[in-house]
């Protein structure tokens, strides 16, 4: 059995009194997708900030790569673990090109530049993120679906094998969020690389994970395969809410559409 | 594959011609105008006009370049690590203690040099390292290294300390007053080869941090979290930034004095220059950073001569000009990395 990517034990998170992450554990296969979902303070960002030493001071174990986190330097984690926060910073004074290069810091050293390797590595990251086109733009130019492309791309150039997305595809339009998820499908089944996924939509969840995280107050109320969470009963201990189920007209996979509001 | 904007090679190689030939150029500039044939010479020198050029005006232009770039670089990176366009060196506290220091140095009214170092700047560099340890201190007390607490920190050290120096001044006569408040004003006269010499080592170490840390630099520019997630360990970048840049400012302000305005606006030029990554960005700062303060300096002992107007006057005058021009006028780009936040 091949080592896992991301295993979690017990951890747990506290600010002040407030319990943000609770005795959360699970385990995540190399070169699999895991979209972890759940109601809005459920804990999922700061999880994922835990697993990338963003937020530190969490009690519990983390392993990267059979590896405990606590082991890694950051240099090193940024080479194994790649982050996509949501949205990201809009007042960044760079070309996309630049962004992208900076992906490969932990492969540079002081007083040193890019060499042709890094050129070479940023190079194939835009191409596999498809924002090649972009290298030359201002990121502060960039649409919400194009920057989403260019962090992607960032966290590529790290030669990252594991992806922390955070809500990868919130404010994008129905055809950016088509092609992002398409893009991390890609990335997932043809490069291997782990995917673990913030989302708010369940459907996306359904329809590109192998396997899904259900975080409620800050505890996991359900860790399985996509059509398990398809259950009425799992969506309502998660949201408090009924929901209605659909069939996939192509693939017959279980979808959720919201009760009507009139 | 970089913007075109932001490719402008021409810039650093035309920076460094200028840094060469104001360094070459200042000193002959003056009250006195000084011939070339008289400075290298053999022959009579019945005004002393050799002695003003190697031992008065060579080494002021030398101080003031240093001044300028270590400024200037020291500025930059502070706006990269507040992200903030309104950071400035003085912004933690190191001017207020040095100053501080001064003040005090002035008002126990005792006279002394420490081999070179005169008693003021031994002062104001104790000051300025007070500063340093209370500011660090503070930001230790939380946990982390916070950005926000070192910056409110210094906030709150830089606003007690220019309490003190008023209380000082109140306590003073007349003439400790005046003398206390012509060094607020910052300036670079009665300067020799000894302010050189101890000037040198600490604005080396400052830039020679930050151009170890230029990478990082551009990480923090984009946020802390991108940083951490590309393999910054910030809190000790910050902690290395903090320490290296007070030390390179506290030595500028106990030798000249707090000279406002270059730290500030010279980063913000660079930056319409070359753009915003600090592997450019930095060269362009000490190079134009020192330019800026020599070219000032000589403005302030010529304009009015045979007085001299304080150099700190001349970069303010010009820099509250510019700055209205940056937030109102500036081409796209100027204010873009470092959004002001009140």
Known sequence: ?262 | MMSPARNRPWVLVLLPLLAAGCLLGCPFVGMERIPFAVVFGSGPDPGNLRTIFWQIRVPRVCIGFLAGAGLAACGMAFQALFRNALATPFTLGVAGGASLGAALYVRLGVSFALLTVSGASVFAFLGALGSICLVYGLTRLRRGFSTATMLLAGIAVNLFFSSLILFLQYLSDFTQSFQILRWLMGGLETMGYGSVLNLAPMVGVGLAVLFALTHELNLLTIGEDLAVSRGVDVPGVKRTLFLATSVCVGGVVAVCGPIGFVGMMVPHICRLLVGGNHRRLLPACCLFGGVFLTLCDTAARTVIAPAEVPVGVITSVLGGPFFVWLLVGAPAGGLRIVRARP
């Open chain 1, 1 to 262: 059995m091949s080592t896992p990517a991301v295993e979690v034990q017990g951890l747990s998170y506290a600010i002040g009194a407030a319990r943000i992450l609770d005795g959360v554990s699970f385990l995540v296969e190399a070169g699999s997708y895991l979209s972890i979902v759940g109601p809005n303070g459920a804990g999922k960002s700061t999880l994922l900030k835990c697993l990338n030493r963003i937020i530190t001071g969490a009690a519990g174990r983390i392993l990267i790569q059979g590896r405990s986190l606590a082991d890694y330097s950051q240099t090193d984690l940024a080479i194994q673990v790649g982050y996509v926060p949501q949205g990201g910073a809009d007042d960044v004074p760079f070309s996309v090109y630049e962004f992208v290069m900076m992906g490969r810091y932990p492969h540079l050293s002081a007083f040193t530049s890019p060499t042709a390797d890094d050129e070479c590595r940023v190079a194939e990251a835009l191409d596999l993120a498809g924002a090649s086109s972009l290298a030359n733009r201002d990121y502060g130019t960039l649409s919400g679906g194009e920057k989403q492309r260019v962090l992607i791309a960032a966290a590529l150039a790290q030669d990252a094998r594991i992806l922390l997305l955070d809500e990868p595809t919130t404010f994008l339009d129905p055809r950016h969020q088509h092609d992002i998820l398409r893009l991390l499908a890609r990335l997932n089944r043809d490069s291997g690389v782990t995917i673990l996924a913030v989302t708010h939509d369940l459907n996306a969840a359904a329809l590109s994970s192998d396997r899904v995280l259900a975080l409620r107050g800050g505890a996991v109320v359900f860790h399985g395969s996509p059509c398990a969470l398809m259950d009425a009963a799992v969506l309502r201990r998660l949201y408090e809410q009924e929901f209605h189920f659909v069939s996939h007209p192509v693939n017959g996979c279980s979808l959720v559409v919201p009760e009507a509001v009139r």
